[in-house]
C-alpha cells in the first residue's frame, strides 16, 4: 500500500469507478488472514501497521473524493473490526458462518460460538 504505483492504480480503477459511475456504497470486504506480517526492513509487524496505516489513509481519500460514499467495513476473520477501521468506515460486518472449509477448527463457527446454528436464510432448517 505504500508502493506509489499501488497508491495510483487504487485511485484510477477503485475512486475513478466510483466517481465514473456515481456510487454511493462501497463494501470492502477483507476475509483472509492477516498472517504474520508484511516485508519491512524493521519488522514484519511493522510493515503490517504501516500497511494498515495506509490502507485506512486510502479509506479517507476515498470520502474525500467521493463525497457522502457510505463505506462499510467487512472482516469475517474479524482482522479489521478494530477501532481505526470502524471510525474509518460507516459500518462494520462480518459473515456469521462460513459456509465451506475444510479446516472444522477454524471454520464453520457461527458469530455466537454454535457451530449448530443455522444460517439466517435457511430459516431455521439445517
Do not use: Q
Not at 73 to 78: L, Q, V
Amino acid at each position: 500500500m505504500s508502493d506509489p504505483w499501488v497508491k495510483d492504480y487504487l485511485r484510477e480503477r477503485v475512486i475513478g469507478t466510483l466517481k465514473k459511475y456515481d456510487f454511493a456504497y462501497m463494501k470492502v470486504d477483507y476475509n483472509d488472514t492477516i498472517g504474520i506480517g508484511c516485508d519491512h526492513e524493521d519488522s514484519l509487524g511493522e510493515g503490517l501497521r504501516r500497511n494498515m496505516e495506509e490502507t485506512m489513509a486510502f479509506f479517507e481519500e476515498v470520502k474525500r473524493e467521493v463525497p457522502g460514499i457510505i463505506l462499510e467495513n467487512c472482516a469475517s476473520g474479524g482482522h479489521r473490526l478494530e477501532p481505526g477501521f470502524l471510525a474509518a468506515t460507516a459500518m462494520s460486518s462480518f459473515l456469521r458462518r462460513a459456509r465451506v472449509c475444510g479446516d472444522s477448527d477454524h471454520c464453520g463457527k457461527s458469530a455466537s460460538g454454535d457451530p449448530s446454528a443455522p444460517e439466517p436464510d435457511m430459516g431455521g432448517h439445517p
